[in-house]
């Protein structure tokens, strides 16, 4: 088990606590059944989002999720399903794609709830209320790439951000946030690079170990679940990602000070702390945050710097290249790339 799953299992087991006992036996039968505990805690935390919502609507009585009952959930009906879809589309401002997610996760839940049988042979959940709502496509292709063309890094913008990041932050009136900024510079900066020139998602980051990179050629080796099964795959990167990476390394140790042991290729140091540990998703994800605010592009993320690769990415390469270059099986995940490159073409 890769560094982020095993965070990402301690984060799951923590928000199963807050959890009704059918959400624990289905992931747990998940689990069982080889679902990668990143992939889990999606989960947990789709249907937090669920019955926090629907908890003080159904049942006020009730004072915790965790004290809901299988058989409360017959309670909830295709209205319910409904309203939960409008209030994700007007409360919480989601993508398309980040509501199909929610959707799906819940339709697994009552589907599996539903198959299940007591000991008369009869499902212990009468109705699956999510099995035959139909969410609209709101977009097309089309403009789903139109809609991520407008938070990505376009290629003339690219090396101004990432000169930004080596000369233009300042930190006014606030020393120690401008001693953090000259300690952690050359480490944003390769991270940032090695986004942009690769491909990669922030887990892969978190995950790498010192062995898993080779400066000389170019290329490093990222390890994903799919399926049942953790492939490897090796991914290329591009010369100024080779160059930052270089510069990094020359101060890993002198600026984080790990311990022999700490293979990490990423560290981060917090205030206090005497030697430099793996770096978290949640670091690296503000550590992007806070750049392209001050850089004045506040819509780009962690994943809008992957989405920036794969349209430059997509503009001179193949489908066959793209799916080996991004670890992707599913054409339809490269699709808004390959839109997105004849759009600005």
């Known amino acids: 088990m890769k560094v982020q799953e095993r965070r990402d299992l301690e984060v799951l087991l923590v928000l199963l606590k807050e959890m009704p006992l059918p959400v624990k036996v289905f992931i747990e039968h998940k689990l069982d059944d080889m679902l990668s505990p990143s992939s889990g805690l999606e989960y947990v935390r789709d249907f937090r989002i669920f019955f926090n919502w629907i908890t003080p609507k159904l049942w006020p009585q009730v004072e915790s999720t965790c004290d809901l009952t299988l058989e409360k959930f017959n309670d909830i009906n295709q209205e319910h399903v409904e309203h939960f879809v409008q209030h994700l589309t007007s409360s919480r401002n989601l993508q398309y794609s980040s509501m199909l997610r929610k959707f799906n996760s819940l339709r697994s839940l009552f589907g599996f709830l539903h198959q299940e049988f007591d000991n008369s042979g009869f499902p212990v959940l009468r109705r699956n209320v999510f099995a035959t709502f139909i969410m609209e496509r709101p977009k097309n292709h089309v403009e789903i790439a139109?809609?991520?063309?407008?938070?990505?890094?376009?290629v003339s913008e690219i090396p101004s951000f990432v000169k930004f990041i080596q000369e233009g932050v300042t930190e006014q009136n606030n020393v120690q946030a401008q001693w953090f900024h000259n300690l952690n510079r050359d480490r944003d900066v390769s991270i940032i690079t090695l986004l942009l020139e690769s491909g990669i998602i922030v887990s892969d980051i978190v995950n790498l170990d010192l062995g898993d990179i080779d400066l000389k050629d170019g290329y490093l080796i990222v390890t994903r679940q799919q399926a049942k099964v953790q492939m490897s795959h090796r991914i290329m990167f591009g010369e100024n990602a080779k160059h930052y990476l270089h510069e990094y390394l020359k101060i890993r140790t002198n600026n984080y000070a790990p311990q022999e042991s700490e293979q990490a290729l990423f560290l981060a140091k917090p205030n206090g702390e005497t030697h430099g540990k793996r770096i978290s998703k949640r670091t690296i994800q503000?550590?992007?945050?806070?750049?392209?605010?001050?850089?004045?592009?506040s819509e780009v993320t962690v994943r809008q710097l992957t989405h920036s690769f794969g349209v430059q990415y997509a503009g001179t390469n193949n489908v066959r290249n793209m799916k080996q270059q991004l670890a992707?099986?599913?054409?339809?995940?490269?699709?808004?790339?390959?839109?997105?490159?004849?759009?600005?073409?």
């Open 328 to 345: 992707q099986r599913n054409i339809e995940s490269l699709e808004k790339y390959l839109i997105l490159s004849s759009l600005i073409d």
């Open 146 to 154: 139109r809609q991520i063309q407008n938070k990505i890094l376009h």
């Open 286 to 297: 503000a550590m992007v945050k806070k750049y392209a605010v001050k850089f004045g592009a």
